[in-house]
């Protein structure tokens, strides 16, 4: 045995990973255990459905937390459906749509995809052709509204996202930087059209998402979106990873500045009512929905214009 070998804080076991910011070392087992007892403290504070969804794109978050909730199904009061998104990237989405499919298979939870193509009647590529950089922002707006259309058609009220540490640090600081108050309070206010999300991995941090799918043998090597370089998150993810190795739990005070002003403004802030789209007619923000404004105002051509 190696004379540096380091050993787990809780039981003799190598260590396989360092909590910086607490120092301490543990073992692969105590590892899993503490993202499990994370996921299972954040789970007792919220009132579960019938059924929960799961946001499940096939990467290592969403992954990692099919796996954690797959492991304390015996303790949730409901049963979980795994809801796929193909926003129709070519090179990148088929092997990720298999690995999701595989991994459902694994862990013997029923599993639901909507495309892009069939809901919009067009595809991602097809759509950001020539405004690559806008990719996205244009992503995230369908992404949602299809989550939620797939979501109505399972019956589901509830949705679990992958959303770890880090990515809610990415998110404060980027709506610091749009100046745009109002996103500090997107998606909390209610709205019975829209699932509720949650995001159990919210106080665990991406090294841990990772290594607890790697040392489940869930980690795939996939490839990445090709969209993703031309993010403001990826600037935003290098400067922050910077922060925490030179001043450890910046990472965790970024991610917990919102949730503190939400905390202590949500009752006092006014968030604008929803207005119908004319198009459409789901709700949102303006008299024409942002997916509307995406997939163009000709109602004839609209694959969303709502049925007279
Ligand atoms: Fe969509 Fe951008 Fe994520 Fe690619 S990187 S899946 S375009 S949000």
Redesign the pocket.
């Known amino acids: 045995m190696a004379d540096n070998q380091i050993f787990c804080e809780k039981c003799d076991k190598p260590a396989v990973y360092l909590d910086r910011e607490q120092g301490i070392h543990l073992c692969r087992n105590h590892l899993k255990e503490s993202v499990e007892d994370e996921v299972r403290r954040y789970l007792k504070t919220i009132r579960l459905p019938e059924t929960l969804g799961v946001a499940f794109?096939g990467g290592k978050d969403s992954t990692a937390l099919l796996k954690v909730l797959s492991e304390i199904r015996s303790e949730l009061p409901c049963r979980i459906i795994a809801l796929t998104v193909d926003?129709g990237?070519e090179g990148?989405r088929q092997d990720t749509i298999k690995a999701a499919t595989e991994t459902c298979l694994i862990l013997g939870i029923p599993h639901e995809i909507i495309r892009f193509q069939d809901l919009y009647g067009y595809s991602?590529d097809h759509l950001?052709s020539g405004s690559e950089r806008n990719?996205?922002t244009?992503?995230?707006i369908l992404?949602r509204r299809a989550l939620e259309v797939l979501a109505q058609k399972c019956s589901i009220s509830m949705i679990a996202t992958g959303h770890n540490q880090d990515d809610h640090a990415q998110t404060a600081l980027m709506n610091a930087i749009s100046g745009d108050v109002n996103k500090v309070f997107t998606g909390y206010g209610s709205s019975s059209w829209y699932a509720q999300r949650i995001k159990p991995f919210v106080c665990v941090s991406e090294k841990e998402v990772t290594l607890y799918a790697l040392l489940n043998g869930l980690f795939r090597d996939l490839p990445?979106?090709?969209?993703?370089v031309s993010?403001l998150?990826g600037e935003v993810r290098t400067l922050l990873y910077q922060y925490e190795k030179n001043h450890p739990g910046a990472m965790r005070n970024a991610a917990q500045c919102e949730e503190n002003i939400r905390a202590k403004l949500g009752g006092t802030y006014q968030q604008e009512a929803y207005k119908t789209c004319s198009i459409c007619g789901w709700p949102g923000s303006g008299i024409i929905c942002q997916v509307c404004m995406v997939l163009g105002k000709d109602t004839h051509l609209n694959p969303m214009t709502k049925e007279k």
């Open positions: 794109s926003e990237i990148y991602l950001v990719a996205c244009i992503c995230g992404r990445e979106c090709p969209y993703a993010s998150r």
